[in-house]
């Protein structure tokens, strides 16, 4: 079984910048000999979970909501799945998950219902 663990959640000024992190239990990609796809999705307060940023490890290809395109850059680095937030807004205050799927993820990988494996999140809150 695969086990998650998000990092780098917390409080931060609105046009700020900050670094989320997800690590797993075991390397992602590779050992499997096919493509691993990890997504960040993020839930605020009395809304649904949304998809924000997909990955796929072995193949370093990328994905981004349109709602936060030029803002969010996630990559793969050393073992982990990082997400970088800049240019933060007071809509990006949520609760954020690291998600993964062993194999193809269904579309832009936005469906959380594709996904195995999540982490236990962590909060990022706004200040303006």
């Known amino acids: 079984d695969l086990q998650l663990q998000e990092f780098g959640g917390g409080a931060v000024q609105a046009g700020g910048s900050l670094r989320l992190s997800c690590s797993g239990s075991r390397y992602f990609g590779g050992s499997f000999g096919g493509s691993w796809c990890v997504g960040w999705f993020r839930q605020a307060p009395g809304k649904v979970r949304e998809g924000v940023a997909r990955?796929?490890?072995?193949?370093?290809t990328t994905s981004y909501a349109d709602s936060v395109k030029g803002r969010f850059t996630i990559s793969a680095n050393n073992g982990k799945v990082d997400l970088d937030i800049t240019n933060v807004r007071p809509e990006d205050a949520a609760m954020y998950y690291c998600?993964?799927?062993?194999?193809?993820?269904?579309?832009?990988?936005?469906?959380?219902?594709?996904?195995?494996?999540w982490g236990q999140g962590t909060r990022v809150t706004v200040s303006s």
């Open positions: 990955i796929y490890v072995d193949h370093g």
């Open positions: 998600a993964v799927k062993v194999g193809w993820c269904v579309g832009g990988g936005f469906d959380s219902a594709d996904y195995t494996y």
